[in-house]
């Protein structure tokens, strides 16, 4: 059985027992986070999408880490400006543990 859901603006296919990196949460790690808004749902016997998708997806809040360090560079040229930015991204790790 899987599941498109949408966490935080972006959707993910999910199934159960399944870890994955979503963005930043709110929670420490060990809180149990639940999400409704499920798009796509295929079962065993059954498949629904849109409105008629009744399952909410329950996760763990496994960690939090960062992502790739992302640099922005801007330069122009014969004029000695140089400015650089960089930053590195929060991310959750989630263990999704039912969808039902």
Do not use: W
Not at 4 to 10: D, E, L, N, P
Not at 29 to 41: H, I, K
Not at 53 to 65: F, T, Y
Not at 69 to 97: N, P, S
């Amino acid at each position: 059985m899987f599941a498109i859901v949408k966490i935080a603006g972006q959707q993910f296919k999910v199934t159960q027992g399944q870890n994955l990196y979503v963005p930043h949460l709110s929670g420490n790690a060990g809180d149990q986070v639940e999400f409704s808004d499920v798009l796509l749902a295929d079962g065993t016997d059954s498949f629904s999408a849109g409105s008629e998708v009744k399952l909410k997806v329950k996760a763990e809040i496994v960690k939090e880490v960062q992502g790739d360090k992302v640099i922005a560079f801007k330069m122009k040229r014969r004029k000695g400006f140089r400015k650089k930015h960089g930053h590195r991204t929060l991310y959750t790790q989630i263990k999704v543990t039912d969808i039902a």
